[in-house]
């Protein structure tokens, strides 16, 4: 096997990461990784069924790889088209069956078979494969073997620490494209986490869809590890500078995991917890297990453990049943808790899903008006909370060199922009006083000590 391979990536950072493992396993069987969509002899398409958008932004890039494909055959050069990731696992067959151009669909847990389902179709054994198993046992036995090297500018890195989902609420096709949850033994966390790091990445986040109940769920039964003392044991990694991780269900937030932030330095005052909506009433249909007043409880007791830390959310507007009131809980509870930033979507239908089946749907531009009031108050918040930067020196990891300057990250995760430096790389770590607040990032500039050092920590 030998060609050029394309690969999108759609979705969250779990399909980022499998999109990793599945350029790396091409490019053992021979395939280099292009840029350029036009040049590859095979695409894959690695896709996200979350919300109705995202599905259909891949129906129409495989039409126009449709056409794609038909030039190509003309000039006698074959075109092999993949869909991987949570479409193929939903949709498997179907997909193949509305668009015949298409050769493989490789669900969430059979992609690592890519390199011979491709082999069986270009010695032609078969014009097409589709594998969509849900295995009980995690997917990738050793991950750890399916990492490339890290580029030398690549210093942030996911390691995904469990697979899939039990928690069932009402609205999400997680759990169906998933599969069930799954921890990854430790050792193999720790494995990973050794070897990216010895390779120069710096800052690692821990992925999973609920990591807060990561161990209830162990393939190895002597393992007694909670989410807390994982992170403790994945801090201990020398050369690791920061960590990170996401996402977690505000239900299984545990003390035991909010004092890590008091206690663990290379944890980053950061924390991700989707409250969804702020109407108990909606929780309850939305089947997230948790109050108004649970979650705010929680976020108090996070704030004592870790006073400067910066919480985001997610929030879905125009849930089934959403009244004019539940929805005015949500924008009262954004600005109780002042989030730093949010992802907030317009409810989706999602087929499979039980909220799909609720009778009281509400009206596109009912959805439409209350995203866009629930949006224009998380800029303002935004605003306020990054002007609290202002004056203050914060150290950032530089991600992105131009010739127009410096951008790094916080340790809250906040993007800042400052003037060009001489001397420094990315992944080196900067103290730079905050300028500017704006409402997703900030301006920045260098301070005294390191611009005779040559920027360097
Ligand atoms: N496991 C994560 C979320 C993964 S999905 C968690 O539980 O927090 C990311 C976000 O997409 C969710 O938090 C939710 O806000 C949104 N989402 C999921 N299903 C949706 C749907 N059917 N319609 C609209 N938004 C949805
Ligand atoms: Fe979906 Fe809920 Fe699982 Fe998150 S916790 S992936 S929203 S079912
Ligand atoms: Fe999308 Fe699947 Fe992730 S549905 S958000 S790619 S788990």
Redesign the pocket.
Known sequence: MSGFVYIKT??????ERDSEIMEHLLGQAGYVTTEVMEEADLVIL?????RAK?EQKVFSLLGHLRQLKEKKERKNKPLFIGVA???A?QEGERIIRRMPHVNIVVG?QQFYHLPDMLGRLQRGESTSEVATDLSSSFAIPALQEMTSPPAPSQFRKFVTIMQG?NNYCSYC??PE??GREISRPVRDILEEVEKLVSAGVREITLLG?NVNSYGRTNQVASQDVTFSDLLRLVARTPGLERLRFTTSNPKDLSTELMRCFAEIDILCPQFHLPVQSGSNRILARMNRKYTRELYLERVADLRSFRPDIALTTDVIVGFPGESEADFEQTMDLLREVRYHGSFSFKYSDRPGTRSSGFDDKVPEEVKKERLARFQELQDEISLERNTEYVGKTVDIMVESIGREGISGRTTTNHIVHCPPLPGVGPGDTVPVRVVQAGKHSLKGDFVGPQLEAGGRK
């Open positions: 759609f979705g969250c950072q779990m399909n690695n896709t996200c069924s979350i995202a990731g949570c479409v696992q969430t989902c096709v997680v494209t998933r869809q």
